[in-house]
């Protein structure tokens, strides 16, 4: 650089330019994800004719006959009722399996309990969960408690693993540093624990309730009920009402689709609150 001559400062953008480009980045994803929802309608319409096209009508429906059976859904409040039945049985079980799975990983952490418990954890979780539905009806019987421990023993293990993930990552100078100041295993259990396990239990919970989800409406299937989302789904294949149970199973797409975002951007927002990355 000769003298005399000054070069041109960079600007750096500007918060707002910053929320601009996102907001921007926002708008072209969601645009972008109607057009293939579009381009996929418009396929399964041009392809959903006899027994000859790519989708037979006879096991996918035409997308008219899934739209009309969709509105009979909410119109006639059978959906509702449905909904909540499942909801309820996946958040309860939830809600049980998240505590154990996170006192075991705790429990699994020590010599001790890694000797004893972790063969056994490790046998258990290789078992297909959904192989064992005729021992859960035999021990439990047709109710309600069968459902909630089939779901919750598969929901379990995704909160032990991201639980020890998170009890492995956690540096142990900060740990020691915590007790020679006087803190009691109580509150490095909240301060340091929690805070490091925090993201790896929202991802677990973001895994969780969408599988929740699948296992209890293959049990409403498998175990006779009045009410669910799966015993919706079983009337209509009974009845051979095939855009009836389409629209039932697109109905579970979007839930579990609107849990996945709602659970990402918690996630999220709580990798920028902390400083640190997420995928989400």
């Given at each position: 650089?000769?003298?005399?001559?000054?070069?041109?400062?960079?600007?750096?953008?500007?918060?707002?330019?910053?929320?601009?480009?996102?907001?921007?980045d926002?708008?072209?994803?969601?645009?972008?994800r109607?057009?293939?929802?579009?381009?996929?309608?418009?396929?399964?319409?041009?392809?959903?004719?006899?027994?000859?096209?790519?989708?037979?009508?006879?096991?996918?429906?035409?997308?008219?006959?899934?739209?009309?059976?969709?509105?009979?859904?909410?119109?006639?409040?059978?959906?509702?009722?449905?909904?909540?039945?499942?909801?309820?049985?996946?958040?309860?079980?939830?809600?049980?399996?998240?505590?154990?799975?996170?006192?075991?990983?705790?429990?699994?952490?020590?010599?001790?309990?890694?000797?004893?418990?972790?063969?056994?954890?490790?046998?258990?979780?290789?078992?297909?969960?959904?192989?064992?539905?005729?021992?859960?009806?035999?021990?439990?019987?047709?109710?309600?408690?069968?459902h909630?421990?089939?779901?919750?023993?598969?929901?379990?293990?995704?909160?032990?693993?991201?639980?020890?993930?998170?009890?492995?990552?956690?540096?142990r100078?900060?740990l020691?540093?915590?007790?020679?100041?006087?803190?009691?295993?109580?509150?490095?259990?909240?301060?340091?624990?929690?805070?490091?396990?925090?993201?790896?239990?929202?991802?677990a919970?973001?895994?969780?309730?969408?599988?929740?989800?699948?296992?209890?409406?293959?049990?409403?299937l498998?175990?006779?009920?009045?009410?669910?989302?799966?015993?919706?789904?079983?009337?209509?294949?009974?009845?051979?009402?095939?855009?009836?149970?389409?629209?039932?199973?697109l109905?579970?797409?979007?839930?579990?689709?609107?849990?996945?975002?709602?659970?990402?951007?918690?996630?999220?927002?709580?990798a920028?609150?902390?400083?640190?990355?997420?995928?989400?």
């Amino acid at each position: 650089m000769s003298l005399g001559t000054v070069e041109p400062a960079t600007v750096a953008p500007t918060r707002r330019d910053q929320k601009a480009a996102r907001s921007n980045d926002r708008v072209f994803l969601i645009l972008a994800r109607l057009g293939l929802a579009v381009v996929l309608v418009a396929f399964w319409e041009l392809n959903s004719g006899g027994r000859g096209s790519l989708l037979p009508d006879y096991a996918f429906g035409t997308p008219s006959a899934v739209a009309d059976q969709f509105v009979k859904l909410f119109s006639s409040g059978e959906i509702y009722s449905s909904l909540w039945s499942t909801v309820a049985t996946v958040l309860y079980a939830t809600l049980l399996s998240a505590p154990v799975g996170i006192l075991l990983a705790v429990a699994t952490s020590v010599p001790v309990g890694r000797w004893l418990l972790e063969p056994l954890v490790t046998i258990t979780y290789a078992v297909p969960k959904v192989g064992l539905i005729s021992i859960y009806i035999l021990v439990l019987g047709v109710s309600g408690a069968t459902h909630i421990a089939l779901v919750g023993g598969a929901t379990m293990f995704l909160y032990y693993y991201a639980m020890r993930q998170a009890i492995n990552e956690i540096d142990r100078r900060q740990l020691i540093e915590f007790r020679l100041l006087g803190a009691s295993w109580l509150k490095v259990a909240k301060s340091l624990l929690l805070r490091a396990a925090s993201p790896n239990l929202i991802g677990a919970t973001r895994l969780a309730l969408p599988l929740g989800f699948a296992i209890e409406i293959f049990a409403e299937l498998r175990i006779p009920t009045s009410s669910g989302l799966g015993a919706l789904l079983e009337h209509d294949a009974a009845a051979q009402n095939t855009a009836g149970s389409v629209a039932v199973m697109l109905f579970v797409l979007i839930i579990g689709y609107l849990l996945d975002l709602a659970l990402g951007a918690l996630l999220g927002r709580h990798a920028k609150s902390v400083g640190v990355g997420a995928i989400v």
